[in-house]
């Protein structure tokens, strides 16, 4: 197929664009109001725990079948003395969605972007291709150089495809939970991709299952394609605006189908979506802009909050889902989720982790003799901590990048071994040393602790610990997957208890006010739900995933209690007039 080529249109309602974005004229766009009468510029044809999941097991499935059942259900599973591994105390990234419409190596540039994407979901990925009108996918589970080979890319032709890494926030940690989903319908085939999460998922799931819908996964994602199914209007992309009015809370999809390449965010734009350009002309959409860069796409703007982007054959149209929403973007993407070479909601990344390590040096000095960071998601927060300080930044902590998300822990039980697995600390640069450690936040505190432990068993002679978030007070309905509220040591303990328990000399968080006047105008566009317990749309829903709840680090409790179980959430006063 021909790179996608672009037609101009007079804008008649385009969605309001976020303060922090500035107009393109890079792709022309089409422009329609929200309606489902004689859409005309349109074509009418029609349209967590990877140790108990063998990765080597991959599944490739042809969208003519409805949703796939070819996964096998014979999954066996290693040895239960292997223990899951993984970033224990830290909110759980959500996942990562790609799309790429007009280039001949589709696959393999979503396979490339995917890799760019693995900090965001490490759990399982997939790519669905569309070649000669037929929807091709292929999923596992592992992390996406475990999934995909040349012979599997080999099997996605084609110049559309979708992608998607995954960690469940929806679902539990099945082969037939990774996605991108793939469905046959009346009217043709459909692939989706989608990262968030839905709050009303339970209710629209059973409402369509008392009208016979019969559900092959446990994830939230499946409920549009059912509702896409359900749909009676035309052409197709008005299915997709019609199901997603019926959604509550945070996505942002892409979806393949014979001939067109959809995009969707929600209207409050919790999660991330850009869209990029490559040389040749290919439209890409990607979480992130570091998947961008890495396929040599360049960045044309976001995926505004409530507007459903159409790209075929006619070039990139754009309709409006849902205007005139005040954007709640997740302020945990320039906290944690995020790379630092990433552009999210129109701001850099590296930058606002840099302002938030001087903005802590600022409120909450110390006299000290070295910085040094929790690697990785601490060390730009450090860096900038170190810069206004006047006080040399060091590697005080060495982070192993060789343990897997898997290993075997010693018969005899270590203190700590989990940590001391991943992180070693450097006693050349903390012997005798007054310390400030620079993470970017603390969940249940476990992990916090023990790195204090180490740091003063290598010798330093003082720690003084300084997060570059405010506290986390709330669990996320938004696809993040965190501890329940009860579990959020903030939650329970002032600052001065929490660096009792953590045994730190002295404690500081990020100042909730000091990060908003660091965004400025931009601040009402930002989600605080996890600092305030304010949730711009309520949880209909009260639960939350159960991973990280009776698990000390990965290295206790049975999988029995981990694997897709869900415990009843902390109600606040926010909540109280919800329903579950």
């Keep these: 197929m021909a790179a996608a080529t672009t037609t101009t249109a007079t804008a008649t309602n385009i969605c309001p664009l976020p303060s922090n974005q500035k107009p393109t004229q890079k792709i022309p766009l089409f422009i329609f109001p929200k309606t489902h009468q004689n859409p005309t510029f349109l074509s009418q044809k029609n349209p967590n725990l990877t140790c108990k999941t063998n990765r080597s097991h991959h599944s490739s499935i042809c969208s003519k079948n409805p949703l796939s059942e070819s996964f096998s259900s014979n999954q066996e599973y290693p040895d239960e003395v292997s223990v899951d591994f993984d970033d224990d105390d830290k909110p759980r990234e959500e996942c990562g969605v790609v799309g790429i419409y007009g280039d001949s190596e589709a696959s393999r540039l979503c396979y490339l972007a995917l890799h760019a994407l693995q900090h965001r979901g490490q759990e399982g990925a997939g790519i669905v291709a569309v070649n000669k009108n037929v929807l091709q996918s292929v999923t596992g589970v592992g992390l996406v150089s475990e999934v995909f080979n040349e012979s599997k890319l080999d099997q996605l032709p084609g110049d559309i495809a979708i992608g998607h890494v995954r960690y469940s926030t929806a679902g539990s940690s099945m082969l037939k939970n990774v996605q991108p989903f793939v469905a046959g319908y009346r009217f043709g085939s459909v692939g989706v991709a989608h ?132 954007p709640k973007q997740c302020i945990f993407e320039h906290i944690y989720f995020a790379l630092p070479n990433s552009v999210v909601f129109g701001r850099s990344v590296y930058e606002s982790r840099r302002v938030f390590g001087e903005i802590l040096a600022t409120d909450a000095p110390v006299e000290c003799d070295v910085v040094i960071a929790v690697p990785d998601s601490g060390v730009v927060a450090a860096l900038g901590y170190a810069a206004k300080a006047g ?96 579990e959020l040591i903030s939650n329970r303990m002032s600052t001065e208890e929490i660096r009792d328990f953590i045994g730190c000399d002295s404690l500081a968080f990020l100042p909730f006010n000091s990060l908003q006047n660091l965004l400025g105008n931009d601040s009402p566009n930002f989600c605080y739900a996890c600092f305030s317990g304010n949730y711009p749309v309520k949880p209909r829903e009260i639960k939350v995933k159960s991973i990280g709840d009776f698990v000390d680090d990965g290295l206790s409790g049975s999988f029995e209690s981990i694997d897709g179980g869900w415990v009843q959430g902390l109600r606040t006063q926010n909540l109280q007039d919800e329903t579950v």
């Design 391 to 486: 006080v040399p930044f060091q590697q005080g902590l060495i982070r192993s990048h060789y343990v897997g998300r898997t290993f075997i822990e010693p018969s005899q039980k270590i203190r700590d071994f989990g940590v001391k697995l991943k992180l070693s600390p450097v006693r050349g640069v903390l012997e005798g040393k007054r310390v400030v450690v620079v993470d970017d936040s603390i969940v249940r505190g476990t992990t916090s602790s023990k790195i204090v432990r180490l740091l003063k068993e290598a010798g330093a002679k003082e720690v003084h610990m300084r997060i570059a978030s405010p506290p986390i007070i709330g669990s996320c309905y938004y696809g993040v997957d965190t501890p329940s509220s009860e």
């Design 195 to 326: 990262n968030g999460n839905l709050v009303n998922y339970k209710a629209l799931r059973a409402k369509l299952e008392d009208y016979g819908s019969i559900f092959n996964t446990s994830s939230d994602t499946e409920v549009v394609l059912h509702l896409i199914a359900i749909s009676k209007v035309r052409p197709f992309f008005l299915r997709i605006v019609e199901a997603c009015e019926k959604l509550e809370g945070a996505y942002s999809m892409v979806f393949a189908t014979e001939d067109k390449l959809v995009a969707v965010r929600d209207p409050y734009g919790f999660r991330p979506l850009v869209m990029g350009k490559r040389s040749n002309g290919a439209v890409v959409f990607a979480s992130e802009t570091c998947a961008l860069d890495l396929i040599e796409a360049t960045y044309e703007r976001e995926v505004y909050p409530g507007e459903v982007l159409v790209v075929d054959k006619d070039g990139v149209q754009s309709l409006c889902l849902m205007p005139n929403r005040v």
